[in-house]
Every structure is written in structure tokens, then in C-alpha cells.
């Protein structure tokens, strides 16, 4: 076979060929990530989620599988170990910010009363944008401010409350990890299931390239931002 049917036939099986999610970009929010709200366990110890997921960050965390497994309990209802959700039908693949091998970096960013938080995206122009949060105590009324290299772009939703069922015709909400229990301060489960974390998903214009992006969260609810990514044009 010549040299260059060699190549036509490696760019056929790899490079046409790329694994689905390809064209989604996780975004880095350390810059943000203020809040542990998840248990993992490292070294054959439990590392206690501080500043959790409800009770404005004092009354209940998450825990990872294998840290529910050594807590004693049904580990089907606790985040998977892998931070790195898989696509579905849904949505894309979303990395999480927690890890069983690590028991002192920020997790998440926690978001109290009014309150906003800005961050920066690598400059591109993407169709959608997801957002993994969860809101506690209640919906919370969620602004998204896109900065765009020409301009601002606002859009906003109601995110409900983590305990509540979403429709699965809904456009602007889905699941990114589903049916979890929780735990108090001391690890000791308080509810066996049915809380969620959600995903947003909000239009970007394709044609504008993004640089920024502005979350503003008004007064009412007690909000976790877990994530975010978005897929590129």
C-alpha cells in the first residue's frame, strides 16, 4: 500500500473517529472553589465534608462511593468515585472537583444569600454552556452574564429546589448525578436518597466569541456551583 493510503486509512479509523464529548471544554473555577462539600476517603480514612450542600453550608455533605462503602452504608446512593461524569443522553461528559486522593483542596464554590462569582473561559465561540448546581432550602433565582469580546449577554432560571423531580422534556435543566443520599457533620446518613445534582444548560450564540462568564444568584436558597463546561461550535 503507498504512503499516503497508509495515512488516508490511520485519519479514517483515528482521526474521524474521536471519542464522543470531543469538542467540550472543562472549565477551570479553582479561582472560585471556596467549599468541601463532599467526604471522600484517602488512606483508609474518611476525610469530613466541610461547608456542605444545605443548612447554608452547615447541615448535610455528599459522600463518594467508596467512602459510603467504609462508612457503612448503600454505597448505590453516593457520588461515584470518578469525578468525571459520563455523557448520556442528556448532556455531555462534566468533571467534578473532588477526588478520593485528596483531603485539603476546595471542592466546589458556595453560594449564600446574593451573591456572584465571576470567572474566565478559554476564549472561543461555543453553542452551549452546563452548569452542575444545586440549590438547597429552596429554588434560587440564577444569573448567567456572558461576556462576549462584543458585548453582554444575561440569561436567567429558577433552579430548583435538589430534592425536586425534573421533567425529562425540560430544555434548561437535567441531571448530572441523580437519587443521592446525604450526610451530617458527623457522617451519619439523614436522608437515604432522592437529592440530585443538577445541570443547567444555557444558549451561547455560536457566532461571538466568549471570554467570561458572571453567575449571580439572588437571596432566597442556599446554592452549590459544582462545574462547568461548554461545547464549542
Given at each position: 500500500?503507498k504512503?499516503?493510503?497508509?495515512l488516508?486509512?490511520?485519519?479514517?479509523?483515528?482521526g474521524?473517529?474521536?471519542?464522543?464529548?470531543?469538542?467540550v471544554?472543562?472549565?477551570?473555577?479553582?479561582?472560585?472553589?471556596?467549599?468541601r462539600?463532599?467526604?471522600t476517603l484517602?488512606?483508609?480514612?474518611?476525610?469530613?465534608?466541610?461547608?456542605g450542600?444545605d443548612?447554608?453550608?452547615?447541615a448535610?455533605?455528599?459522600?463518594t462511593?467508596s467512602?459510603?462503602k467504609?462508612?457503612?452504608?448503600?454505597?448505590?446512593?453516593?457520588?461515584?468515585?470518578e469525578?468525571?461524569i459520563?455523557?448520556?443522553?442528556?448532556?455531555?461528559?462534566?468533571r467534578l472537583?473532588?477526588s478520593?486522593?485528596?483531603?485539603?483542596n476546595?471542592q466546589?464554590?458556595s453560594?449564600?444569600?446574593?451573591?456572584?462569582v465571576?470567572?474566565?473561559v478559554?476564549?472561543?465561540?461555543?453553542?452551549?454552556?452546563?452548569?452542575?448546581?444545586?440549590?438547597?432550602?429552596g429554588?434560587?433565582?440564577?444569573k448567567?452574564?456572558?461576556?462576549?469580546?462584543?458585548?453582554?449577554?444575561?440569561?436567567?432560571?429558577?433552579?430548583?429546589?435538589?430534592?425536586?423531580d425534573?421533567p425529562?422534556n425540560?430544555?434548561?435543566?437535567?441531571y448530572?448525578?441523580h437519587d443521592?443520599?446525604?450526610?451530617g457533620?458527623?457522617?451519619?446518613?439523614?436522608?437515604?436518597?432522592?437529592?440530585?445534582?443538577?445541570?443547567v444548560?444555557?444558549?451561547?450564540?455560536p457566532?461571538?466569541t466568549?471570554?467570561?462568564?458572571k453567575?449571580?444568584?439572588?437571596k432566597?436558597?442556599?446554592?452549590?456551583f459544582?462545574?462547568?463546561?461548554?461545547?464549542?461550535?
Amino acid at each position: 500500500m503507498k504512503p499516503f493510503s497508509w495515512l488516508l486509512l490511520l485519519l479514517l479509523v483515528c482521526g474521524f473517529n474521536q471519542p464522543k464529548g470531543h469538542n467540550v471544554i472543562q472549565f477551570n473555577i479553582s479561582s472560585i472553589l471556596n467549599a468541601r462539600p463532599v467526604t471522600t476517603l484517602s488512606t483508609g480514612k474518611l476525610a469530613t465534608w466541610k461547608t456542605g450542600i444545605d443548612g447554608n453550608g452547615k447541615a448535610d455533605g455528599y459522600l463518594t462511593r467508596s467512602a459510603a462503602k467504609f462508612n457503612g452504608d448503600p454505597d448505590e446512593h453516593a457520588l461515584p468515585d470518578e469525578p468525571l461524569i459520563a455523557a448520556n443522553s442528556f448532556h455531555p461528559e462534566v468533571r467534578l472537583h473532588y477526588s478520593n486522593h485528596d483531603t485539603l483542596n476546595y471542592q466546589a464554590c458556595s453560594l449564600p444569600g446574593d451573591t456572584s462569582v465571576a470567572f474566565s473561559v478559554p476564549k472561543g465561540k461555543y453553542s452551549m454552556l452546563y452548569f452542575a448546581l444545586t440549590s438547597a432550602e429552596g429554588s434560587s433565582s440564577m444569573k448567567f452574564h456572558l461576556t462576549y469580546a462584543d458585548g453582554e449577554y444575561i440569561d436567567e432560571i429558577l433552579l430548583p429546589d435538589y430534592y425536586q423531580d425534573i421533567p425529562t422534556n425540560d430544555p434548561s435543566l437535567c441531571y448530572l448525578v441523580h437519587d443521592l443520599a446525604k450526610w451530617g457533620p458527623t457522617n451519619k446518613m439523614t436522608e437515604k436518597d432522592h437529592h440530585n445534582i443538577d445541570l443547567v444548560q444555557v444558549q451561547a450564540d455560536p457566532t461571538r466569541t466568549l471570554l467570561e462568564i458572571k453567575i449571580n444568584k439572588g437571596k432566597p436558597g442556599y446554592v452549590v456551583f459544582w462545574a462547568a463546561a461548554g461545547k464549542l461550535k
